[in-house]
């Protein structure tokens, strides 16, 4: 069963000859339980769609339904559902950690208790610090507790994992798992790959306002070819079928839709004529190769958006 439900949904700004659509006609779904990564190149839309998914703008067609509902028209019976966190977070800086909970706690019908928030997300030994003196990696891990205390039904995580040290990451990334597995559904933004990589059930990923590749990691990256390198004189490699070769120098690479086989056949090759393959490297297609190609692949397209965008891409 469906959760969310976005269907042809655009999001203009402006009018006349100044508008443009920042999201063009798109279609989301997104199932109860689901861990759902919504990737982009800088200026792909995402803010804008989600903005229009937590019913803070309204669409400039289609429609958009949370739980059924019109998160706009029926703001009060959805916003209790939805957890929150926001790339930038806008906490008081002169309260302490958990007064600040505290404060945000009070607008929830059943709040999950302070403490046990902050000992989800590592603050307990700075319930007491002012949140001006938390270091961005705290003040990171506040606006989780924030937006998990209400005991949300859908959360939505923008950039989680920004400014925190690698054990911090990992235990954001436990926490976010063991949401999932108590049923809550999780919308996630992010520029770590490897971290969409690792958590996702499905992703979108959008370039120019459109959803240009969906699906699991595997059915998004399965059409994108693995890469071999190696060193030898390119003219004394055999015709390998299926594959496209790249020579610089002494470096070989090669492009296959089957490495299995490629490779097989190379070194099959090179067995029998007595040849040695040195800095032999094979590596699948990620969805860091999809990621980056995108921009290339559609920027010469037909979409009709004047937002300059640049592909950014972050790894741990």
Not at 48 to 68: A, D, F, Y
Not at 236 to 253: I, K
Not at 278 to 294: K, M, N, P, W, Y
Request: hydrophobic share 40%; glycine share 8%.
């Amino acid at each position: 069963m469906t959760i969310i439900d976005v269907d042809g949904m655009t999001r203009r700004y402006g009018s006349g000859k100044n508008a443009y659509e920042a999201v063009q006609a798109l279609d989301l779904h997104v199932a109860e339980g689901e861990l759902f990564g919504l990737l982009g190149t800088n200026g792909a839309g995402k803010t804008s769609t989600l903005e229009v998914i937590q019913g803070l703008s309204r669409p400039s067609k289609g429609t958009v339904r949370i739980m059924g509902m019109d998160p706009v028209a029926d703001r009060r019976k959805v916003r209790p559902a939805l957890g929150i966190m926001l790339q930038k977070g806008g906490l008081p800086q002169d309260l302490t950690t958990a007064e600040s909970l505290r404060m945000w706690a009070g607008t929830c019908s059943h709040p999950l208790p302070v403490a046990e928030v902050l000992g989800r997300v590592d603050l307990a030994d700075r319930a007491d610090t002012r949140v001006k003196f938390l270091s961005g990696g705290e003040q990171r891990r506040l606006d989780l507790a924030c937006a998990i205390i209400s005991r949300p039904r859908i959360l939505f995580l923008d950039e989680p994992t920004t400014g925190l040290d690698p054990e911090s990451r990992r235990n954001t990334w436990r926490l976010i798992q063991e949401l999932k597995n108590s049923g809550v559904t999780i919308m996630l933004t992010t520029h770590y790959l490897d971290e969409a990589e690792s958590l996702c059930d499905r992703l979108a990923i959008m370039h120019r306002g459109r959803v240009v590749r969906s699906g699991t990691v595997d059915e998004v990256v399965a059409d994108h070819p693995a890469k071999i390198e190696l060193k030898a004189p390119g003219t004394a490699l055999p015709p390998l079928p299926g594959t496209s070769m790249d020579v610089s120098g002494e470096t070989v690479s090669i492009q296959t839709s089957s490495v299995q086989e490629t490779l097989t056949d190379l070194l099959l090759w090179a067995r029998n004529n007595g040849v040695t393959l040195h800095g032999l490297d094979a590596r699948a297609a990620s969805l860091e190769t999809v990621f980056l190609s995108i921009a290339d692949e559609f920027d010469n397209s037909d979409v009709n958006d004047p937002a300059t965008d640049k592909t950014e891409v972050m790894s741990a």
